[in-house]
Protein backbone atom coordinates (compact mmCIF):
# COMPACT_ATOMS: atom_id res chain seq x y z
CA UNK A 1 0.00 0.00 0.00
CA UNK A 2 0.98 3.68 0.00
CA UNK A 3 3.79 4.98 2.58
CA UNK A 4 3.20 8.35 3.80
CA UNK A 5 6.15 9.42 6.26
CA UNK A 6 5.50 11.72 9.08
CA UNK A 7 8.83 13.81 10.54
CA UNK A 8 9.58 14.52 13.62
CA UNK A 9 7.56 11.64 15.29
CA UNK A 10 7.77 13.27 18.43
CA UNK A 11 8.56 17.24 19.59
CA UNK A 12 8.94 19.09 22.74
CA UNK A 13 9.00 22.80 22.42
CA UNK A 14 8.90 25.52 24.95
CA UNK A 15 5.30 28.10 24.71
CA UNK A 16 5.50 30.74 22.06
CA UNK A 17 8.06 28.89 19.77
CA UNK A 18 7.38 27.11 16.21
CA UNK A 19 6.95 23.71 15.17
CA UNK A 20 7.36 22.45 11.55
CA UNK A 21 5.98 18.98 11.18
CA UNK A 22 6.51 17.40 7.71
CA UNK A 23 4.26 15.25 5.54
CA UNK A 24 5.78 13.08 3.02
CA UNK A 25 4.00 10.75 0.45
CA UNK A 26 6.86 8.33 -0.02
CA UNK A 27 5.66 5.69 -3.32
CA UNK A 28 2.92 7.62 -4.71
CA UNK A 29 2.34 11.43 -5.79
CA UNK A 30 -0.25 13.33 -3.90
CA UNK A 31 -2.21 16.04 -5.12
CA UNK A 32 -3.88 16.22 -2.13
CA UNK A 33 -2.90 15.79 1.90
CA UNK A 34 -5.05 16.94 4.80
CA UNK A 35 -4.26 17.36 8.71
CA UNK A 36 -6.28 16.24 11.11
CA UNK A 37 -5.40 16.82 15.21
CA UNK A 38 -6.36 14.31 17.54
CA UNK A 39 -6.99 14.51 21.51
CA UNK A 40 -6.75 12.05 23.88
CA UNK A 41 -9.85 9.77 23.53
CA UNK A 42 -11.39 11.64 20.58
CA UNK A 43 -11.86 11.36 17.09
CA UNK A 44 -9.53 12.64 13.98
CA UNK A 45 -10.35 16.27 13.36
CA UNK A 46 -9.88 17.45 10.15
CA UNK A 47 -7.87 20.75 10.41
CA UNK A 48 -7.16 21.57 7.03
CA UNK A 49 -6.79 20.00 3.30
CA UNK A 50 -4.07 21.13 1.66
CA UNK A 51 -3.60 21.12 -2.59
CA UNK A 52 -0.33 21.14 -4.17
CA UNK A 53 0.80 24.51 -5.46
CA UNK A 54 -2.38 26.38 -3.64
CA UNK A 55 -3.78 27.83 -0.60
CA UNK A 56 -5.08 25.27 1.78
CA UNK A 57 -8.36 24.94 2.85
CA UNK A 58 -9.06 25.59 7.09
CA UNK A 59 -12.02 23.89 8.29
CA UNK A 60 -13.74 25.97 10.62
CA UNK A 61 -12.57 27.21 13.74
CA UNK A 62 -9.03 26.90 12.96
CA UNK A 63 -6.96 29.82 12.53
CA UNK A 64 -4.78 29.76 9.72
CA UNK A 65 -2.76 32.30 10.42
CA UNK A 66 -1.42 29.95 13.74
CA UNK A 67 -0.85 26.88 11.35
CA UNK A 68 0.72 27.21 8.14
CA UNK A 69 0.49 24.90 5.83
CA UNK A 70 2.49 24.12 2.60
CA UNK A 71 2.09 21.81 0.09
CA UNK A 72 5.54 22.68 -2.36
CA UNK A 73 5.57 19.74 -3.91
CA UNK A 74 3.15 16.58 -5.02
CA UNK A 75 5.45 14.54 -2.11
CA UNK A 76 5.19 17.10 0.68
CA UNK A 77 3.58 18.91 2.53
CA UNK A 78 4.65 21.05 5.76
CA UNK A 79 2.20 22.02 9.01
CA UNK A 80 4.06 24.76 10.87
CA UNK A 81 2.62 25.46 14.42
CA UNK A 82 3.46 29.13 15.37
CA UNK A 83 3.83 30.60 18.54
CA UNK A 84 2.62 27.28 20.17
CA UNK A 85 1.22 27.28 23.45
CA UNK A 86 0.29 24.79 25.85
CA UNK A 87 -3.13 23.91 24.47
CA UNK A 88 -1.88 23.59 21.30
CA UNK A 89 -0.13 20.46 22.82
CA UNK A 90 -1.64 17.16 20.60
CA UNK A 91 -1.27 14.03 18.44
CA UNK A 92 -1.00 15.54 14.47
CA UNK A 93 -1.66 13.23 11.96
CA UNK A 94 -1.28 13.91 8.21
CA UNK A 95 -2.68 11.91 4.87
CA UNK A 96 -2.56 11.34 1.86
CA UNK A 97 -5.35 11.21 -0.94
CA UNK A 98 -4.14 8.44 -3.69
CA UNK A 99 -7.50 8.76 -5.14
CA UNK A 100 -11.00 9.98 -5.68
CA UNK A 101 -13.15 7.86 -3.62
CA UNK A 102 -11.90 9.01 -0.10
CA UNK A 103 -9.56 6.43 0.42
CA UNK A 104 -6.94 8.09 2.65
CA UNK A 105 -3.16 6.84 3.43
CA UNK A 106 -2.13 8.36 6.67
CA UNK A 107 1.02 9.17 8.28
CA UNK A 108 2.20 8.01 11.58
CA UNK A 109 1.34 11.06 13.61
CA UNK A 110 3.27 13.24 15.71
CA UNK A 111 3.37 14.17 19.03
CA UNK A 112 3.76 17.69 19.76
CA UNK A 113 4.04 18.72 23.52
CA UNK A 114 4.13 22.52 24.64
CA UNK A 115 5.50 23.45 27.90
CA UNK B 1 -22.89 18.61 14.23
CA UNK B 2 -21.69 15.08 14.73
CA UNK B 3 -22.18 13.85 11.45
CA UNK B 4 -20.82 10.38 12.12
CA UNK B 5 -21.08 8.62 15.51
CA UNK B 6 -19.99 5.86 16.54
CA UNK B 7 -21.65 4.94 19.84
CA UNK B 8 -19.38 2.21 21.71
CA UNK B 9 -16.44 4.01 23.42
CA UNK B 10 -15.37 0.08 23.43
CA UNK B 11 -15.96 -3.37 22.65
CA UNK B 12 -14.59 -6.52 24.49
CA UNK B 13 -15.02 -9.95 22.78
CA UNK B 14 -13.17 -13.92 23.19
CA UNK B 15 -10.86 -14.71 20.74
CA UNK B 16 -12.16 -16.45 18.23
CA UNK B 17 -15.64 -14.95 18.27
CA UNK B 18 -17.38 -12.32 16.38
CA UNK B 19 -16.62 -8.54 17.00
CA UNK B 20 -19.08 -5.95 15.44
CA UNK B 21 -18.72 -2.58 15.28
CA UNK B 22 -21.22 -0.30 14.63
CA UNK B 23 -21.52 3.20 13.12
CA UNK B 24 -24.66 5.81 12.60
CA UNK B 25 -24.57 8.70 10.30
CA UNK B 26 -26.51 11.86 9.70
CA UNK B 27 -25.62 13.13 6.25
CA UNK B 28 -27.54 11.28 3.25
CA UNK B 29 -24.61 13.04 1.30
CA UNK B 30 -22.56 10.47 2.69
CA UNK B 31 -21.39 7.59 -0.51
CA UNK B 32 -18.52 6.39 0.17
CA UNK B 33 -17.78 4.56 3.92
CA UNK B 34 -14.40 3.47 4.94
CA UNK B 35 -12.69 1.68 8.54
CA UNK B 36 -9.65 2.18 9.29
CA UNK B 37 -7.87 0.76 12.69
CA UNK B 38 -5.59 2.56 15.02
CA UNK B 39 -2.83 2.06 17.23
CA UNK B 40 -1.63 3.80 19.72
CA UNK B 41 0.70 6.76 18.84
CA UNK B 42 0.31 5.43 14.82
CA UNK B 43 -1.71 7.20 12.50
CA UNK B 44 -4.67 5.02 11.38
CA UNK B 45 -4.33 2.02 8.44
CA UNK B 46 -7.01 1.68 6.13
CA UNK B 47 -8.69 -1.68 6.20
CA UNK B 48 -12.00 -1.65 4.21
CA UNK B 49 -14.81 0.59 2.45
CA UNK B 50 -17.92 0.30 0.65
CA UNK B 51 -19.73 2.37 -1.77
CA UNK B 52 -23.16 3.35 -1.07
CA UNK B 53 -24.62 1.17 -4.13
CA UNK B 54 -23.31 -2.20 -2.35
CA UNK B 55 -24.72 -3.01 0.99
CA UNK B 56 -21.70 -5.76 2.05
CA UNK B 57 -18.14 -6.00 1.03
CA UNK B 58 -16.14 -8.81 2.51
CA UNK B 59 -12.43 -8.85 3.18
CA UNK B 60 -11.13 -11.78 4.72
CA UNK B 61 -12.18 -11.50 8.14
CA UNK B 62 -13.41 -8.38 7.40
CA UNK B 63 -16.70 -7.53 6.44
CA UNK B 64 -18.35 -4.24 6.14
CA UNK B 65 -22.30 -3.83 6.09
CA UNK B 66 -24.14 -0.80 5.38
CA UNK B 67 -28.08 0.03 5.57
CA UNK B 68 -28.95 3.20 3.69
CA UNK B 69 -32.30 3.67 4.89
CA UNK B 70 -31.24 2.71 8.50
CA UNK B 71 -27.93 5.29 7.88
CA UNK B 72 -25.61 2.84 9.67
CA UNK B 73 -23.29 0.57 8.85
CA UNK B 74 -21.20 -2.12 11.05
CA UNK B 75 -17.76 -3.20 10.62
CA UNK B 76 -17.66 -7.48 11.51
CA UNK B 77 -14.68 -9.00 11.95
CA UNK B 78 -14.49 -13.19 12.59
CA UNK B 79 -12.49 -15.25 14.01
CA UNK B 80 -11.68 -11.83 16.24
CA UNK B 81 -7.67 -12.44 16.85
CA UNK B 82 -5.78 -10.48 19.69
CA UNK B 83 -3.68 -8.67 17.32
CA UNK B 84 -7.30 -6.71 16.15
CA UNK B 85 -7.56 -5.40 19.51
CA UNK B 86 -7.08 -1.25 18.48
CA UNK B 87 -9.26 1.55 18.31
CA UNK B 88 -11.10 1.53 14.98
CA UNK B 89 -12.80 4.36 13.31
CA UNK B 90 -15.32 4.69 10.85
CA UNK B 91 -15.39 7.75 8.50
CA UNK B 92 -17.47 8.90 5.43
CA UNK B 93 -17.21 11.39 2.70
CA UNK B 94 -19.85 12.67 0.29
CA UNK B 95 -17.76 12.45 -2.63
CA UNK B 96 -14.18 13.36 -3.06
CA UNK B 97 -11.98 13.05 -0.24
CA UNK B 98 -12.74 14.53 2.53
CA UNK B 99 -13.49 11.74 5.36
CA UNK B 100 -15.63 12.56 8.26
CA UNK B 101 -14.85 10.27 11.09
CA UNK B 102 -16.58 9.07 14.11
CA UNK B 103 -15.11 8.78 17.33
CA UNK B 104 -13.94 5.71 17.05
CA UNK B 105 -14.44 2.29 19.41
CA UNK B 106 -11.61 0.61 21.34
CA UNK B 107 -11.64 -3.24 20.56
CA UNK B 108 -9.86 -5.44 22.62
CA UNK B 109 -9.67 -9.23 22.01
CA UNK B 110 -9.41 -11.72 25.15
CA UNK B 111 -7.20 -14.65 24.18
Known amino acids: GAVVSQHPSRVICKSGTSVKIECRSL??????MFWYRQFPKQSLMLMATSNEGSKATYEQGVEKDKFLINHASLTLSTLTVTSAHPEDSSFYIC???????????FGPGTRLTVT | DQQVKQNSPSLSVQEGRISILNCDYTNSMFDYFLWYKKYPAEGPTFLISISSIKDKNEDGRFTVFLNKSAKHLSLHIVPSQPGDSAVYFCAASAGGSRLTFGEGTQLTVNP
Open chain 1, 27 to 32: DFQATT
Open chain 1, 95 to 105: SAGAGGLGEQY
